[in-house]
C-alpha cells in the first residue's frame, strides 16, 4: 500500500492516468490518500459528483486528525493544512470544468 501512494503520485506526474488508476485501486477508500487520488482520477475523467464526494471524504478523515494535530503544535499541523488546500484547489478545478462562465476568472486567478 506504500508504494501504492508513491506510484500513483509518480503516475500522475507523468500524466500516466491508467497507471495511477490501477495503482489508486491498491489504497484503501477509506483513507485520505486514497480518497484524493481517486478524486484526481474522477476529475481527469469528468466524473465529476464522484470526484466531490471523494474530495467530501477526504476532508472529513483530514477532520478528526487536524483537530488533534492543531492541538499539539502548528508543525504537526502544517503537513494537514497543505491538505486542505490541495482538497481546495481540487475543487477550484472541480468549478473551472462545471462552469464555463466562470472558467475565464478562475483562470485568471491562477
Known sequence: QKMARMAASASWGLSNWDSMDEYTCMIPRDSYDGAFYRAVISIHQDHFALAQNCIDSARDTLDTDLTAMVGESYNRAYGGMVSVQMLSEL???LQ???????S???RQIW
Open 91 to 93: 475543487e477550484e478545478v
Open 96 to 102: 473551472y470544468k462545471l462552469n464555463p462562465d466562470r
Open 104 to 106: 475565464k476568472v478562475i
